[in-house]
């Protein structure tokens, strides 16, 4: 349901289906370079925005397709091809038409290490929470690429365009999850201050072992064998989480052939329980929950052996229907977990571009549908595991015969997420 782009109102009723993931990422069609004998490859389909809303639909066939939300400026340049293909997806896309410019595109080129290099070839489109229909910006979640200071401000943006919409039943929105992916220029040891100040503001930040290390002042690698070392992103984890206790959010960090890395806080969540006031009758009628008068010698005098403290505390513990309230503590351990790359042989590893804001758009929509942490970032997990398997997108298709399911590169995602979860011992 790839729509042209319309005007802002205050109903959320505009779509069919509710947005659970929106990626503030731009569109950006990519030529790639490869070192020889590999031929480049040109008007491939790519941007932050294009792979982490693949990595959101890879887990939402039609209708649930209608549920992923992302912006596509289209220049004079836009070639018809890439259009069509989009418009397979069946997604809430909000293609605008901008015939006075060209698209932005982008050079990607890669060394010996895979380590990749990026610039623009045409002016680029930033994004803002300006840029947000209502539908958008009712979403569930929201993925932004950005600088830290950046993230602040479009979070701010973004609660403030919401606090004025409602359900279509006329009730509040639910408080929205923020993914933050760092841009790499900006995770710099001068940033760590900006980065830190930015927590409190989302829930998730996920940056890549590079990325993270770089607001540390590392390298991220082993010295030894120059691999990526594990050691380093959990004692960074650990250093960021210590900077910042009493906040909530979660660290995802994505380490390429090595999996990704979670961590979380632990804490202590009060759940409320109701108990049967001392004094009611538990009759049934108008006076069976009258709320009890407090003993006034009580009140005034020392605590005895046999004082009621219940009776004591009942004006400050009962409720209107004159029960009292008890709370009773949750221990929430937190996180401390590797999840594995799905692909394990690098052999099944054509073209990594895009297999992080994949990872990403798997994550967030898991998030969005109540999923856990862990089994989130077992869904980006197979997420990037399709984007990384050829270059540019995987290939949608259909099963032949039988249940017709949907496929990508000609595998049933279902299938291979439950395999995976049966590897990681998930329930």
């Given at each position: 349901?790839?729509?042209?782009?319309?005007?802002?109102?205050?109903?959320?009723?505009?779509?069919?289906?509710?947005?659970?993931?929106?990626?503030?990422?731009?569109?950006?069609?990519?030529?790639?370079?490869?070192?020889?004998?590999?031929?480049?490859?040109?008007?491939?389909?790519?941007?932050?925005?294009?792979?982490?809303?693949?990595?959101?639909?890879?887990?939402?066939?039609?209708?649930?397709?209608?549920?992923?939300?992302?912006?596509?400026?289209?220049?004079?340049?836009?070639?018809?091809?890439?259009?069509?293909?989009?418009?397979?997806?069946?997604?809430?896309?909000?293609?605008?038409?901008?015939?006075?410019?060209?698209?932005?595109?982008?050079?990607?080129?890669?060394?010996?290490?895979?380590?990749?290099?990026?610039?623009?070839?045409t002016?680029?489109?930033?994004?803002?929470?300006?840029?947000?229909?209502?539908?958008?910006?009712?979403?569930?979640?929201?993925?932004?690429?950005?600088?830290?200071?950046?993230?602040?401000?479009?979070?701010?943006?973004?609660?403030?365009?919401r606090?004025?919409?409602?359900?279509?039943?006329?009730?509040?929105?639910?408080?929205p999850?923020?993914?933050?992916?760092?841009?790499?220029?900006?995770?710099?040891?001068?940033?760590?201050?900006?980065?830190?100040?930015?927590?409190?503001?989302?829930?998730?930040?996920?940056?890549?072992?590079?990325?993270?290390?770089?607001?540390?002042?590392?390298?991220?690698?082993d010295?030894?064998?120059?691999?990526?070392?594990?050691?380093?992103?959990?004692?960074?984890?650990?250093?960021?989480?210590?900077?910042?206790?009493?906040?909530?959010?979660?660290?995802?960090?994505?380490?390429?052939e090595?999996?990704?890395?979670?961590?979380?806080n632990?804490?202590?969540?009060?759940?409320?329980?109701?108990?049967?006031?001392?004094?009611?009758?538990?009759?049934?009628?108008?006076?069976?929950?009258?709320?009890?008068k407090?003993?006034?010698?009580?009140l005034?005098?020392?605590?005895?052996?046999?004082?009621?403290?219940?009776?004591?505390?009942?004006?400050?513990?009962q409720?209107?229907?004159?029960?009292?309230?008890?709370?009773?503590?949750?221990?929430?351990?937190?996180?401390?977990?590797?999840?594995?790359?799905?692909?394990?042989?690098?052999?099944?590893?054509?073209?990594?571009?895009?297999?992080?804001?994949?990872f990403?758009?798997?994550?967030?929509?898991?998030?969005?549908?109540?999923?856990?942490?862990?089994e989130?970032?077992?869904?980006g997990?197979?997420?990037?595991?399709?984007?990384?398997?050829?270059?540019?997108?995987?290939?949608?298709?259909?099963?032949?015969?039988?249940?017709?399911?949907e496929?990508?590169?000609?595998?049933?995602?279902?299938?291979?997420?439950?395999?995976?979860?049966?590897?990681?011992?998930?329930?």
């Amino acid at each position: 349901m790839d729509t042209q782009h319309r005007p802002k109102s205050k109903s959320m009723d505009d779509t069919s289906h509710a947005i659970d993931f929106v990626t503030l990422g731009m569109f950006i069609i990519d030529d790639i370079e490869y070192l020889p004998p590999t031929p480049p490859v040109k008007d491939i389909l790519g941007g932050a925005g294009t792979y982490s809303a693949l990595g959101a639909r890879l887990f939402s066939p039609p209708p649930l397709s209608s549920s992923v939300g992302w912006i596509i400026d289209k220049g004079s340049d836009f070639p018809p091809a890439l259009e069509e293909l989009v418009s397979t997806w069946q997604t809430s896309a909000l293609i605008r038409s901008t015939p006075e410019r060209l698209t932005t595109r982008g050079w990607n080129g890669y060394d010996e290490h895979q380590n990749r290099a990026f610039r623009y070839l045409t002016p680029k489109k930033r994004l803002t929470a300006e840029d947000l229909t209502v539908p958008l910006l009712s979403a569930r979640s929201f993925h932004l690429i950005c600088s830290p200071n950046r993230c602040r401000e479009l979070v701010l943006e973004i609660k403030a365009r919401r606090s004025g919409l409602s359900t279509p039943d006329g009730g509040n929105l639910p408080k929205p999850i923020f993914i933050w992916e760092p841009v790499p220029d900006l995770c710099t040891p001068d940033e760590l201050l900006n980065c830190t100040n930015t927590l409190p503001q989302i829930d998730i930040i996920s940056p890549n072992h590079a990325e993270l290390a770089g607001f540390m002042g590392d390298s991220g690698l082993d010295p030894d064998t120059g691999e990526i070392s594990t050691k380093a992103v959990e004692r960074a984890c650990e250093q960021l989480l210590g900077s910042m206790p009493l906040q909530s959010f979660a660290i995802v960090v994505r380490a390429g052939e090595k999996g990704c890395f979670l961590a979380r806080n632990g804490g202590r969540k009060r759940h409320s329980t109701k108990a049967p006031h001392p004094k009611s009758t538990g009759g049934g009628n108008s006076h069976s929950h009258r709320t009890a008068k407090k003993p006034s010698a009580l009140l005034h005098g020392g605590l005895r052996p046999d004082t009621d403290m219940e009776a004591l505390f009942a004006g400050l513990l009962q409720d209107p229907e004159g029960t009292i309230a008890r709370e009773e503590i949750e221990v929430d351990p937190g996180v401390e977990r590797w999840i594995p790359a799905y692909h394990g042989d690098a052999s099944r590893v054509v073209d990594p571009t895009g297999g992080g804001n994949t990872f990403l758009g798997g994550l967030a929509v898991a998030l969005a549908r109540g999923k856990s942490l862990e089994e989130a970032a077992a869904w980006g997990s197979v997420a990037a595991s399709f984007a990384i398997e050829q270059v540019g997108v995987p290939v949608l298709g259909r099963e032949e015969g039988g249940r017709g399911r949907e496929t990508w590169n000609g595998v049933v995602v279902e299938e291979r997420f439950e395999e995976f979860k049966t590897r990681l011992a998930f329930s």
